[in-house]
């Protein structure tokens, strides 16, 4: 019985790792540096600029781009790309390799069909049927995606906050910045508010990466439909299953992106110097309506 678990927590193991070794090759192998920098950071700029600004600011994404460009030159559309290149590698890396533990880790436990007809007494690991006739249902996909969505939050919170900080700098003159840079960023803010600030928007990134659920469920869905009613190659598959899983997440999880991203620009205040923060101002609104209207209701009952 032992050497069973301890081949099990090998397997365990050994998935995890495969997952993490997966996330480097994804981001070396198919995604190149061009296509990060280049091509995806400008939009992600662009989405934060718009999330996080009124309406007095800017009238659409095309405005946005133009003003960018305009006042800060192509640079500005490249402001905080150095965290996500970074930082993603270990991201995905935690991600898939997380997402592969936690898959297995449901397979063997809560949706293994043989659970119940061995005693957990007698075995804690009851033997899973053949891969062919069980295989994971998508709702246990998507419990592992929300899962893994929670472990990789504690390395995209801090990752993602200094970046949102960065993008939002408006000034094209480096001297008129708050912040220099990435490592700059880190140090004033971890100076003033410690590693509490760093981590500021971690519990709206945990909220944004639980519609994990919805990715990756909908993508054992989509690869179960291609798979079955198409002649799509495997690669093909995975293909279009990534694609339009990930537009499944995108419309379910906007919502909660657009608040992560406004809590991680909202002001730190403190010795920073960046303002008054948010929640600051709105405790002190509340007390002044509160203050005036228990003066108007005594003023009130004296008169009366």
């Not at 899962?147 to 390395?155: C, E, L, R």
């Not at 508010?193 to 990134?205: F, K, V």
Request: net charge positive; proline share 5%.
């Amino acid at each position: 019985m032992a050497k069973e678990d301890k081949r099990e927590s090998a397997k365990n193991y050994k998935g995890f790792v495969a997952g993490v070794f997966s996330g480097i090759a994804k981001l070396t192998g198919q995604y190149s540096f061009v296509s990060i920098l280049v091509l995806g950071h400008p939009f992600d700029t662009i989405k934060v600029r718009l999330q996080t600004s009124d309406k007095s600011r800017f009238s659409g994404p095309l405005q946005c781009l133009l003003l960018t460009v305009r006042k800060e030159g192509l640079s500005g559309l490249y402001k905080g790309a150095t965290p996500p290149l970074v930082g993603w590698m270990f991201m995905d890396s935690i991600m898939l390799g997380s997402l592969t533990f936690y898959r297995r880790i449901l397979h063997q436990t809560l949706f293994n069909p043989n659970r119940m007809s061995f005693p957990l007494s007698l075995d804690r690991n009851p033997p899973l049927p053949p891969s062919d006739l069980h295989r994971l249902p998508t709702i246990g996909h998507a419990m592992a995606g929300v899962m893994a969505g929670a472990t990789v939050s504690f390395i995209a919170a801090p990752v993602e906050h200094i970046k949102a900080r960065l993008q939002i700098q408006y000034s094209s003159q480096k001297s008129e910045r708050l912040y220099k840079g990435p490592v700059d960023c880190a140090r004033k803010i971890y100076r003033f508010h410690g590693m509490r600030g760093i981590y500021h928007g971690l519990s709206a990134t945990l909220l944004f990466r639980s519609f994990f659920f919805f990715w990756w469920g909908s993508y054992d869905v989509f690869t179960r439909l291609l798979t079955s009613h198409t002649a799509l190659s495997t690669p093909a598959v995975n293909f279009w299953a990534g694609g339009l899983s990930a537009q499944v997440f995108w419309c379910t999880s906007y919502p909660s992106d657009v608040v992560k991203q406004r809590i991680m620009t909202d002001p730190l205040a403190g010795g920073l110097g960046d303002g008054r923060e948010w929640v600051e101002g709105v405790l002190e609104g509340f007390r002044a309506v509160l203050f005036e209207g228990v003066s108007c209701e005594c003023y009130g009952a004296c008169g009366f």
